[in-house]
Nanobody
Framework: QVQLVESGGKLVQPGGSLRLSCAASGYTFVDYGVNWYRQAPGKERELVAVIGSTDGSTSYADSVKGRFTISRDSAKNTVYLQMNNLIPEDTAVYYC???????WGQGTQVTVSS
């Protein structure tokens, strides 16, 4: 059974940084890709970042390009989302997703506010 657990979300001031983690069990990230999504109140869930399977290629939503970085640690079977220069519009629940298995984590809340 594939399980994903996100962590690292919290309240941060505009301009600040956070690193979210997504730890997986039941499968190996290096074999399959992982996506980060976010959902703000009253809005659709938005794809934020993608990291591919074997080659680790990455892609980002235009709204976060240049500020967010997705990466993985194969030894820890964990994917990260480094978020810099945060703005209030980044406030959302962030979810990791394993598309190969249709698995979602429970989400972690990020709030950007002064």
């Amino acid at each position: 059974q594939v399980q994903l657990v996100e962590s690292g979300g919290k309240l941060v001031q505009p301009g600040g940084s956070l690193r979210l983690s997504c730890a997986a069990s039941g499968y190996t990230f290096v074999d399959y890709g992982v996506n980060w999504y976010r959902q703000a109140p009253g809005k659709e869930r938005e794809l934020v970042a993608v990291i591919g399977s074997t080659d680790g290629s990455t892609s980002y939503a235009d709204s976060v390009k240049g500020r967010f970085t997705i990466s993985r640690d194969s030894a820890k079977n964990t994917v990260y989302l480094q978020m810099n220069n945060l703005i209030p519009e980044d406030t959302a629940v962030y979810y990791c997703h394993a598309p190969r298995f249709g698995a979602w984590g429970q989400g972690t809340q990020v709030t950007v506010s002064s």
